[in-house]
């Protein structure tokens, strides 16, 4: 028989042993129960406390191929205990603990990982599983993250008491530190959840940048999900780096981006989740903000409202291509709606852009540039596996104080239409015009990777009221001025895609314009003109050009000339010039050219002039000559030579077509026939001349000197009884001088009189 000492000791290791299977067969139902199997452990140990492991391997396993691993050493569980229907340890403590999850494939291939918090229902579960007291010295944690794996070292530590869990956690990887502390709660009310995270030190964000700065969190768990309650994070992102950065202009590139996060003021409805305000700020050359606030539409999926947003933006050098720009600022105020696959703004009122100056390749200057994108609707999709697209429609109005270009005047600009914008398409309409009165209506239009095309249709140019080419053309003719008629213009311009030659075609139509080109008056000037230039050829066909009356101290016209004009652009004014007509209606009677055409490049050009039923009396009426009158028809040919020295005029003939009558009745011509014996027969004759033959030689030099060696034949009838007499005369003119002389008088505007004093006092040589 065994002794009381004996069967004592017996008892003691029977109920040991006892609670040791029962602890064995709860811990292993616990596990069971959350699909979590043995796969190793040993160095066991026991105490009143609980179970000591020395090393312990879990694996758990679900359905959907997720894969979660637990290594533990030195673990000490307290007795389990099985409470509100559940069994849970009453502690858990490690040495050192290594967690390592494999999500299943199919959620490591989406490109849209799930972040936040699990669903409030399966978080209160997992509250009710926690010991009451966690002690975890050594924390690893390998995690699925965006650079493939996410290797963290730490320590986590927490308790459990009257339902509220509170859990601290101290996580590093390499010389970053993350600091977390937060408390779950689960009653009749629901889960609830708050935590705060504070990096000690920056997180390497790859791709992205250092991230630090501090978040509180606090949420209340519903049928639904999550509802904030309270959210506060300020973080700040610097040493930016990653191909997102590389994508951003230099000039535009900011060095720190920070986050404010917070929730408004004010009582919330409590089937609403709250409004978050945010606040961004970027920093370095240029410096930005965008602030307001979102409103949670739906989570499943998830979409957001953004309410009274601002944007704003400054940088002081701007370089993009070959454009160069200073002092650039935008300030937009926007709403809309973000989704999953597609964001929908709209800009608020006064949505402006300001550029202090834009430099264009060509040296342009742009001072002053001011634009307005109000109620402008922008679109942008980015929906998994598909581009990213985008539709903008806008009304656009664009201001300029200053366009400075080389061929034109310093003017303000201004643009006012709409623009229709997507990825494949963009077209711009409108109304542009300047300080100086010059209007059109453009339609600007490119399609995805085609042309660039520009229709300009200019306002009808009424010159009685102004004259906007005037005021806007830097190369704008000094001497020409237009006080009447109207003009008509268009321009078409294409850029190709690719190499092909841009092309350019400008129509202009003129109706009755009058004024002044040097000193030349004219009048009713209509015409046609097509001026084409694709890729370096230039060209010009005139269809129509006529003139009703010219005026340069005599009265001429019309003028009529249809011709083509080709040349270069590296040489504009060395082309070649055809005419199909080319005439002058001059007193009476016609001058013109047969058709042909002229190398502009050749240092000489070579033409015949012919003069065909011009009338004597009307050339006698406008000759400046005292008591000289006469009747004829002349026709003739006179051979030009125009080069740099001018026009020259070589051995041209002019004859009457019939008999005629010339009269030279002048006091002074008789005064010479009485004190000139020789004189006398000459001065008789041409009292009343009537010939039966007039014919001349014309010369012509630079120096404007014109020759005339007439020859006539003929009598008067009261000299000698009407002997017939032959007369050589020699008459010599400067055309120049008389044509000055003529614009003396009173035969043109008060205009062409003054320019041409003021040239004589320019030429007048200085007194010795």
């Given amino acids: ?224 999900g999550w509802r904030p309650r309270t959210l506060d994070a300020d973080l700040q992102l610097g040493e930016l780096q990653g191909g997102w950065l590389q994508a951003v202009p230099a000039d535009l590139r900011p060095q720190q981006l920070s986050l404010r996060l917070w929730l408004p003021e004010g009582e919330q409805a409590p ?38 947003a601002r944007l704003q933006a400054q940088a002081a050098r701007l370089a993009w291509a070959e454009l160069r720009a200073s002092g650039a600022s935008i300030d937009l105020r926007l709403m809309g709606s973000l989704g999953r696959e597609a964001a929908h703004l709209q800009f608020a009122e006064a949505a402006q852009l300001r550029l202090d100056m834009l430099v264009m390749p060509d040296k342009t200057e742009l001072r002053q540039l001011r634009g307005d994108l109000s109620t402008a609707r922008l679109n942008i999709g980015y929906a998994v596996g598909q581009p990213v697209s985008f539709s903008l429609d806008s009304p656009l109005r664009l201001q300029a104080g200053s366009l400075r270009q080389a061929n034109l005047q310093p003017l303000g600009w201004s643009f006012t239409g709409k623009l229709a914008a997507t990825g494949q398409e963009q077209r711009l309409q409108g109304r542009l015009e300047n300080t100086g009165g010059l209007a059109a209506d453009i339609d600007m239009n490119r399609k995805d990777r085609g042309d660039l095309r520009l229709a300009a249709r200019f306002q009808e140019i009424f010159f009685r009221a102004g004259n906007p080419l005037a005021k806007t053309l830097r190369d704008w003719p000094a001497l020409l001025s237009l006080n009447n008629g109207r003009l008509k213009a268009t321009a078409d311009w294409r850029l190709p895609a690719g190499n092909a030659p841009q092309e350019l075609v ?93 190398e502009l490049a050749k240092a000489e050009q070579d033409m015949t002039l012919h003069l065909d039923g011009v009338r004597l009396e009307e050339i006698l009426r406008a000759y400046p000559a005292e008591g000289l009158s006469g009747t004829g028809v002349l026709d003739g040919e006179l051979p030009m030579r125009v080069d740099r020295g001018g026009v020259r005029i070589s051995g041209g003939t002019i004859a009457a077509r019939e008999p005629g009558v010339l009269q030279f009745r002048s006091e002074k011509i008789r005064a010479l026939g009485r004190s000139n014996p020789g004189m006398q027969l000459v001065a008789s004759m041409l009292d009343d001349f009537r010939y039966d033959h007039l014919s001349s030689r014309v010369d012509y030099d630079e120096a404007g000197r014109l020759v005339l060696a007439l020859t006539l034949r003929g009598r008067n009838p009261a000299v000698e009884q009407g002997r017939p007499v032959n007369l050589n005369v020699n008459l010599e003119e400067n055309l120049p001088a008389l044509l000055t002389s003529l614009q003396l008088s009173d035969r043109v505007s008060e205009t062409i009189r003054r320019r041409v004093q003021e040239r004589l006092r320019q030429d007048k040589p200085a007194t010795p």
């Fill in 1 to 224: 028989m065994l002794s009381r000492r004996t069967r004592a000791l017996l008892l003691v290791v029977l109920v040991l042993s006892l609670a040791v299977i029962g602890s064995v067969l709860a811990a292993r139902q616990l596990l069971a129960s959350q699909g979590i199997r043995v796969l190793d452990w040993g160095g066991p140990g026991i105490s009143t406390d609980g179970i000591g492991l020395g090393h312990l391997h879990l694996l758990r396993e679900d359905s959907a191929g997720n894969r979660l691993q637990l290594r533990g050493e030195g673990l000490r569980l307290g007795w389990p205990s099985h409470a509100e229907g559940v069994w849970r340890l009453r502690q858990l403590r490690s040495e050192s603990l290594a967690l390592d999850w494999q999500p299943a494939a199919s959620a490591a291939a989406t490109s849209e990982p799930a972040f936040g918090l699990p669903p409030p229902r399966q978080l209160a579960e997992w509250l009710v599983l926690l010991p009451d007291i966690l002690d975890i010295r050594d924390l690893s944690l390998d995690l699925p993250c965006a650079s493939d794996r996410c290797v963290l070292d730490g320590a986590v530590h927490g308790s459990r008491e009257a339902g509220v869990a509170t859990l601290g956690a101290q996580l590093q990887k390499a010389d970053q530190r993350l600091l977390l502390q937060g408390s779950l709660s689960s009653g009749a009310a629901g889960v609830q959840v708050a935590a705060t995270a504070r990096l000690a030190e920056p997180l390497v964000l790859p791709g992205y940048g250092r991230l630090q700065g501090d978040l509180r969190l606090a949420a209340d768990g519903v049928a639904d």
């Fill in 506 to 598: 400008l129509g202009l139509e003129a109706r009755g314009l009058e004024g002044i080109h040097d000193r030349s008056e004219f009048q009713g000037l209509d015409g046609q003109a097509d001026l084409r230039l694709r890729g370096d050829q230039l060209s010009a066909d005139l269809p129509k050009l006529e003139v009703r009356q010219l005026n340069p101290g005599v009265q001429l016209g019309p003028l009529q000339f249809r011709g083509r004009y080709q040349a270069t652009r590296a040489a504009p004014l060395g082309g070649r010039l055809d005419w199909q007509q080319a005439q002058l209606m001059l007193f009476g009677g016609r001058v013109w050219l047969a058709p042909a055409g002229v």
């Fill in 271 to 308: 089937s609403t989740l709250p409004p978050v305000r945010f606040d961004l700020r970027a920093s370095g050359p240029a410096s930005g903000s965008f602030a307001g606030e979102l409103g949670v539409l739906g989570l499943e999926p998830w979409s957001v409202e953004l309410r009274d």
